[in-house]
């Protein structure tokens, strides 16, 4: 979840002031039955990973040369291209209500302004930022000696590594709230654990099927404290999950499918994600209630996914279209 706007901060050397390459440029979107279907002008394919409150969707785009590039898509159609010097693959991975956008790679804050800082962290050799809430507190995975944390950081450069006890493998933080609630997994020598981090500190561990040799992968949390992701069983189930504030976790799984994975939770509780169908995957949601749908996307496709949601019901994602080539969504 994301939330209000950062100071600006001034690139502290050349190369900084060219992290940033951008376009802005209005491209129609094709609209049918409430949903529209859009592309990054010049895009072989485009991939929405993120929704803001605002309306603001970041992701990724490929060009013909196989480059991936990161991009903002305002409300009014205009874009912002990201790229990362020297780097042949930037993508955004979330945004805030005030368009600062957070990614990799290597992992940078863009704030609202426009201006990019790379987030770097002392001892760590490379970042990925994965979440940004609107207070500008960002998480993500650091890399040191081949051994995963999850950080916290803010554009003060002020961080915090976040290593959970007992962790023998990696640990990584996926994605924040308003209230600096964290949630990510570790991998110990059995098993793979989901946690949230309170802002004070403290660890809360949770197995979504306590009792098995399993991976329990957390993707998101809302301001709530709920929380949503994957799970894997000891012989390969996959099914999705929603951790409610009590500590009940419930698994869900789409009828027709192999499992489902749950990318996003809004505050009312709905879900959105993909479930894996046949050879491909099409996009899911589930509301508070349990109710479990796919959602019927007006555009012929070979697969979809969603990958996040507003509180007013707004959810973006991509699909496969009829030229093999991905495509943004939204409703």
């Avoid at 440029?25 to 094709?30: G, H, I, K, N, S």
């Avoid at 704030?111 to 994965?130: L, Q, W």
């Avoid at 962790?167 to 994605?175: F, M």
Wanted: hydrophobic share 40%; proline share 5%.
């Amino acid at each position: 979840m994301r939330k209000h706007p950062l100071p600006a901060f001034a690139p502290c050397t050349i190369l900084a002031a060219l992290i940033l390459l951008a376009f802005c440029l209005e491209f129609p979107a094709y609209a049918q039955n409430g949903f529209i279907s859009f592309d990054v002008p010049t895009a072989r394919n485009t991939m929405p990973k993120a929704v803001s409150e605002t309306g603001w969707i970041g992701g990724n785009w490929s060009d013909a040369g196989g480059v991936t590039h990161g991009f903002l898509r305002k409300r009014n159609g205009q874009y912002v291209t990201i790229d990362q010097p020297g780097s042949s693959f930037t993508e955004v991975l979330d945004v805030n209500a005030s368009g600062a956008a957070v990614g990799e790679s290597p992992g940078f804050l863009r704030n609202a302004h426009g201006n990019v800082r790379n987030i770097t962290i002392p001892g760590i050799e490379s970042t990925i930022a994965r979440s940004i809430n609107d207070s500008g507190q960002v998480v993500g995975s650091a890399i040191s000696n081949l051994t995963g944390h999850g950080f916290l950081w803010d554009f003060s450069g002020t961080s915090i590594l976040i290593d959970v006890p007992g962790a023998t493998q990696v640990t990584t933080a996926n994605a924040i709230n308003a209230a600096g609630e964290i949630t990510g997994f570790f991998s110990d020598d059995s098993a793979t654990h989901g946690y949230i981090r309170e802002p004070d500190g403290t660890l809360i561990i949770f197995d979504a099927a306590p009792g098995t040799t399993s991976m329990t992968q957390p993707m998101a949390i809302n301001n709530l404290g709920q929380v949503t992701g994957a799970f894997y069983d000891d012989l390969g189930v996959l099914a999705g999950f929603f951790r409610d504030t009590d500590g009940t976790i419930n698994l869900f799984k789409s009828d027709g499918s192999t499992g489902n994975v749950g990318l996003a939770i809004n505050d009312s509780g709905v879900i959105v994600g993909y479930a894996n169908v046949g050879p491909g995957s099409a996009a899911f949601q589930r509301d508070a209630d349990g109710t479990l749908e796919y959602v019927q996307i007006p555009f012929s496709n070979g697969g979809s996914v969603a990958t996040g949601i507003t509180n007013g019901g707004h959810v973006v994602g991509n699909y496969v279209g009829t030229d093999h080539r991905l495509h943004g969504w939204a409703n």
